[in-house]
């Protein structure tokens, strides 16, 4: 079964946020003209908590302290003080350097807030991704680009 939404994102990302909510009930999902997760069942639960990722990626406001720099200049620095994360323990990120992952992990959220300070990046077009580990399952972008020194 698909839960299909008609606003296009990006595959991988899309992806990190659909493991997180659903886990084995996904075998993945697929981008196009639409967005698709696709279900093993037709669970209730499981289709709602498809539509929630669907219907709140992108809804997260983060901050990047910089979208162009040059490599060796201060490390950047994105952030997300929303509404939507004021009671999470937690939110998870992702780290896309051109179409290839870099990094992810969680960050602590702390008042409301997180930042997440990248060390060092080298050159190229970074996307970062903040997501909900629970609720509405949340997400949010940035984007900077980092070039030669």
Sequence with gaps: MDIISHE???????????????????????????????????NMPEQQRASDVLN???????IASTTAMSAGAPDPVISCADDAIAADAQVAWLALRGDEEIKRGTL??????????LTKPKAGHYTILFYRLR?????????FRVDPA
């Design 108 to 117: 602590k959220v702390v008042n409301g807030a997180c930042s997440l300070r």
């Design 8 to 42: 296009p994102v990006d595959a991988r990302l899309l992806d990190a946020v659909a493991r997180a909510a659903l886990g084995k009930a996904t075998s993945g999902v697929s981008t196009g003209p639409t967005s698709r997760i696709h279900l093993l069942a037709m």
């Design 135 to 143: 609720g509405n399952f949340a997400s949010g972008t940035a984007e």
């Design 56 to 62: 709140n990626f992108g809804s997260l406001t983060l």
